[in-house]
């Protein structure tokens, strides 16, 4: 065990590799078409940024297929059934007939709904996800920003999602909806907290708020991950991540903004078709988002858990799936709490149990207690 003291990562992945080197075949092939060699060509920059907005487009809805055809064949052998089989190999393309249905659904909008409000809700979920996926660290040269305050930047726009059912809801103009919404505004503002203490404190373990330099700091073997680096808070942490981002995620058992049973559809009742899906879609890109984070403060990111394995992008996406599981096992397990009963979860146990293990790991770094 290391009794040295705690010193924040002394070298940033800026100064190993220059963001700027940090490049894609395709966009070197762009520049040089532009004679563009360093990036400074406005058409070369314009056509590299189109070219990943279509990326994120593409990614986002091929993982959004993909989990809902994964959720539905996991939620089949939980219920000892065979989830879709008829569609295509597997049911592999029960996710594209559904969602073709959805994008040909006629859409109809209340008479007393404000117009303005109920067709922008849809748009910010989607947008809050893709912006947070730019940030987020793929491989050692795959990502489209680096904001140093890398953490902050997606505490603030994990915001989007609960606005847009709060204006969804109340554009609405339904009881149920807006009921809906109130419901999601104080959870996700109440588990927001301690999903926050969560980053809090592996910004105090690891002296940074930038995402690459969290995760070089996990290079080596899998007990330098903060999970196992942290003896006993880093696992404490990572548990309370997995149930506040569930709460944040508005799955079971904590999807009381939508109980069928009490408020019919929550926030989306009055929505359908193309509007509908997208907030559909949203919730899934949502989770991989959600299991990408847990997987780069927690489990090292794209490092292999081994040092004598390459690190790559592949070593992530094992590490988000096998978070996702765990979100779909949670949903196919257990029952619906209570709106009481999920507020005083968070406030009663979780809030203070998060303070004490933050207070715990700060004790740990203080005393040079890091493996």
């Known amino acids: 065990m290391d009794t040295s003291t705690h010193q924040p990562v002394q070298q940033s992945v800026a100064e190993r590799l220059d963001p700027h080197t940090a490049t894609t075949p395709l966009g070197d092939w762009v520049r040089e078409l532009c004679d563009a060699p360093d990036g400074g060509n406005l058409l070369s920059m314009t056509i590299n940024v189109i070219i990943i907005i279509i990326a994120i487009c593409a990614f986002s809805s091929l993982t959004a297929m993909v989990l809902v055809w994964m959720e539905r064949k996991l939620a089949g052998r939980f219920q000892r059934r065979l989830g879709p089989t008829r569609t295509g190999p597997f049911g592999l393309l029960q996710t594209a007939a559904d969602g073709l249905k959805l994008f040909l659904k006629e859409g109809f909008r209340p008479n007393a709904s404000d117009p303005f409000t109920y067709y922008l809700a849809p748009l910010l979920p989607l947008t809050g996800a893709f912006m947070v996926l730019a940030v987020i660290p793929f491989g050692p040269s795959m990502w489209i920003a680096d904001p140093e305050l890398g953490l902050i930047f997606i505490s603030a726009i994990a915001g989007l999602g609960v606005l847009a059912l709060l204006i969804g809801s109340w554009g609405s103009n339904n009881k149920y909806s807006l009921m809906g919404g109130?419901?999601?505004?104080?959870?996700?503002?109440?588990?927001?907290?301690?999903?926050?203490?969560?980053?809090?404190?592996?910004?105090?373990?690891?002296?940074?708020?930038?995402?690459?330099?969290?995760?070089?700091?996990?290079?080596?073997?899998?007990?330098?991950?903060?999970?196992?680096?942290?003896?006993?808070?880093?696992?404490?942490?990572?548990?309370?991540?997995?149930?506040?981002?569930?709460?944040?995620?508005?799955?079971?058992?904590?999807?009381?903004?939508?109980?069928?049973?009490?408020?019919?559809?929550?926030?989306?009742?009055?929505?359908?078709?193309?509007?509908?899906?997208?907030?559909?879609?949203?919730?899934?890109?949502?989770?991989?988002?959600?299991?990408?984070?847990?997987?780069?403060?927690?489990?090292?990111?794209?490092?292999?858990?081994?040092?004598?394995?390459?690190?790559?992008?592949?070593?992530?996406?094992?590490?988000?799936?096998a978070i996702i599981f765990l979100y779909i096992w949670f949903r196919w397990t257990f029952p619906r709490l209570r709106i009481d009963q999920l507020m005083a979860l968070e406030w009663k146990f979780l809030l203070p149990l998060s303070l004490i293990n933050l207070v715990f790991a700060g004790i740990l770094i203080a005393m040079g207690w890091i493996l």
Not at 244 to 273: C, I, K, M, V
């Open 182 to 321: 109130l419901r999601a505004g104080a959870q996700a503002i109440s588990y927001e907290v301690s999903l926050i203490l969560c980053f809090l404190l592996i910004v105090l373990a690891s002296g940074e708020t930038n995402l690459l330099n969290i995760v070089e700091g996990q290079q080596g073997n899998f007990w330098n991950w903060w999970i196992i680096k942290l003896p006993g808070a880093g696992f404490i942490a990572f548990i309370f991540f997995i149930i506040t981002s569930t709460a944040e995620l508005n799955r079971t058992p904590f999807d009381t903004t939508e109980a069928e049973s009490e408020l019919t559809g929550g926030f989306h009742t009055e929505y359908s078709g193309i509007a509908f899906s997208m907030f559909f879609l949203a919730e899934y890109v949502h989770m991989f988002i959600a299991a990408a984070i847990g997987a780069t403060l927690f489990l090292g990111g794209y490092n292999a858990p081994f040092e004598f394995l390459p690190d790559g992008w592949w070593w992530l996406m094992a590490k988000s799936y």
